[in-house]
């Protein structure tokens, strides 16, 4: 693979006037829990959850494939949200490169605008953020601390103390904060389900109103998170139901995030749906009918947990597919389940270069990076000592990161 140099999108100015210049080496020189075949589910969490999934299983092995070209795989299986996997996975080698009901309109706000460049992000570890975590990366998101299960565990008593630090942490670093996550089915607060629908609705606006109050420069909100078959929220009748639309509490939860963060980038964010067939026509599927209904969806989130797994060119070729729906994609929760250094180190080279290259993926979040911290084994990138994996090191390289 050829290194990418420094795009002219990163040292335009307004990006330096953002102060994010020298995170990508503007200047001289080189630039949460799913399922699936051998099936990571999401990245859920690798501590405590205040409510855990009701799927189970865990990740079988699967063999590496040299095949250019493959087709589509099958779906099958399901990733436990609340746990870390204790399989490892062989991944692919590949080739290629490369407030109102839902019949209202979309709340006012502007929302939806890009920032200059293209960013690269991670996760906080073990609910803090590592010391040096901006030298690394310049965009960050809470692995667990900003669910609702989190911060609300009890209703009516938030507790925003681990969000704060993170965002407090962005802020004064110049770095991206984006929001994981509004509406889950997931990690959940357990009062929610026994409200009726009236109090539900009132909860999720409460809960949505009082983050965006708090944290208005957040950048990016993954509004809904796996939706069915992947998980439901127990609040979907607060929500709206099914409606005419088939998904009005989509539609609506959408709705609310416009109204209370106008501004923010809102996402509608899966797993498997750039991996496997079915699942990427379910995603695409669901997307399309949400936005034809009046969901102001700016973007659309594609975890990639199993992606190490497929062909390059596969992969590339379902991100063509939801690309089509007119929205940018972002890959939220990559990681590379690979105990082999030499391999993780090849699978990143290849399926990275491809991310960074498209031109409908604005900005990429890897799920974790410090080694034994990560919510699946083989993804970490760098040793407690400060050790690069191989991976990490080209990406630091390719990025021109140093490290």
Same mark, same amino acid.
Not at 62 to 91: F, I, L, N, R, Y
Not at 316 to 331: C, H, N, R, T
């Given at each position: 693979?050829?290194?990418?140099?420094?795009?002219?999108?990163?040292?335009?100015?307004?990006?330096?006037?953002?102060?994010?210049?020298?995170?990508?080496?503007?200047?001289?020189?080189?630039?949460?829990?799913?399922? /699936?075949?051998?099936?990571? @589910?999401?990245?859920?969490?690798?501590?405590?959850?205040?409510?855990?999934?009701?799927?189970?299983?865990?990740?079988?092995?699967?063999?590496?494939?040299?095949?250019?070209?493959?087709?589509?795989?099958?779906?099958?299986?399901?990733?436990? $949200?609340?746990?870390?996997? !204790?399989?490892?996975?062989?991944?692919?080698?590949?080739?290629?490169?490369?407030?109102?009901?839902?019949?209202?309109?979309?709340?006012?706000?502007?929302?939806?605008?890009?920032?200059?460049?293209?960013?690269?992000?991670?996760?906080?570890?073990?609910?803090?953020?590592?010391?040096?975590? *901006?030298?690394?990366?310049?965009?960050?998101?809470?692995?667990?601390?900003?669910?609702?299960?989190?911060?609300?565990?009890?209703? @009516?008593?938030?507790?925003?103390? !681990?969000?704060?630090?993170?965002?407090?942490?962005?802020?004064?670093?110049?770095?991206?904060?984006?929001?994981?996550?509004?509406?889950?089915?997931?990690?959940?607060?357990?009062?929610?389900?026994?409200?009726?629908?009236?109090?539900?609705?009132?909860?999720?606006?409460?809960?949505?109103?009082?983050?965006?109050?708090?944290?208005?420069?957040?950048?990016?909100?993954?509004?809904?998170?796996? $939706?069915?078959?992947?998980?439901?929220?127990?609040?979907?009748?607060?929500? /709206?139901?099914?409606?005419?639309?088939?998904?009005?509490?989509?539609?609506?939860?959408?709705?609310?995030?416009?109204?209370?963060?106008?501004?923010?980038?809102?996402?509608?964010?899966?797993?498997?749906?750039?991996?496997?067939?079915?699942?990427?026509?379910?995603?695409?599927?669901? *997307?399309?009918?949400?936005?034809?209904?009046?969901?102001?969806?700016? *973007?659309?989130?594609?975890?990639?947990?199993?992606?190490?797994?497929?062909?390059?060119?596969?992969?590339?070729?379902?991100?063509?597919?939801?690309?089509?729906?007119?929205?940018?994609?972002?890959?939220?929760?990559?990681?590379?389940?690979?105990?082999?250094?030499?391999?993780?180190?090849?699978?990143?080279?290849?399926?990275?270069?491809?991310?960074?290259?498209?031109?409908?993926?604005?900005?990429?979040?890897?799920?974790?990076?410090?080694?034994?911290?990560?919510?699946?084994?083989?993804?970490?990138?760098?040793?407690?000592? /400060?050790?690069?994996?191989?991976?990490?090191?080209?990406?630091?390289?390719?990025?021109?990161?140093?490290?």
């Amino acid at each position: 693979m050829n290194k990418k140099r420094s795009s002219p999108l990163l040292c335009s100015t307004a990006w330096i006037a953002l102060g994010m210049a020298t995170l990508f080496g503007c200047g001289d020189g080189g630039d949460g829990v799913d399922d /699936g075949v051998g099936g990571s @589910g999401g990245a859920g969490s690798t501590g405590t959850s205040a409510s855990t999934s009701s799927s189970n299983g865990t990740n079988s092995s699967s063999s590496a494939s040299t095949t250019a070209g493959v087709g589509p795989a099958t779906s099958s299986g399901s990733g436990d $949200p609340g746990a870390t996997s !204790s399989s490892s996975s062989s991944g692919a080698a590949t080739t290629g490169v490369g407030g109102g009901d839902a019949s209202t309109s979309a709340s006012t706000g502007a929302g939806g605008t890009e920032p200059e460049g293209k960013f690269v992000g991670n996760i906080t570890t073990s609910g803090a953020v590592r010391d040096g975590f *901006a030298k690394y990366w310049n965009q960050i998101t809470p692995e667990n601390e900003g669910k609702w299960g989190s911060v609300e565990s009890s209703r @009516g008593n938030k507790n925003w103390s !681990s969000l704060d630090r993170t965002y407090k942490y962005a802020q004064d670093n110049k770095i991206i904060f984006k929001h994981h996550v509004f509406v889950w089915g997931s990690q959940q607060p357990s009062w929610v389900g026994s409200l009726s629908p009236d109090e539900q609705k009132k909860a999720v606006r409460s809960w949505m109103e009082e983050f965006c109050k708090r944290y208005p420069d957040t950048k990016y909100i993954d509004v809904v998170n796996e $939706p069915p078959p992947h998980t439901t929220p127990s609040y979907t009748a607060g929500l /709206g139901g099914n409606g005419a639309s088939g998904w009005d509490w989509i539609v609506n939860s959408f709705k609310w995030a416009r109204e209370f963060c106008p501004n923010a980038v809102l996402i509608l964010n899966d797993y498997n749906n750039i991996e496997y067939e079915n699942e990427h026509r379910h995603f695409k599927d669901i *997307a399309k009918k949400v936005i034809e209904a009046g969901a102001p969806v700016d *973007a659309l989130g594609a975890q990639a947990h199993d992606a190490f797994k497929i062909n390059t060119n596969t992969v590339k070729g379902y991100i063509d597919s939801l690309a089509e729906l007119g929205k940018p994609v972002y890959i939220t929760e990559y990681d590379i389940g690979e105990a082999d250094d030499n391999r993780q180190k090849q699978i990143m080279e290849e399926q990275f270069t491809m991310f960074w290259n498209h031109p409908k993926i604005p900005g990429i979040t890897l799920w974790g990076y410090i080694v034994g911290k990560t919510w699946r084994n083989g993804t970490g990138l760098q040793q407690e000592n /400060g050790t690069l994996r191989p991976a990490m090191q080209w990406l630091m390289d390719f990025l021109d990161r140093g490290g």
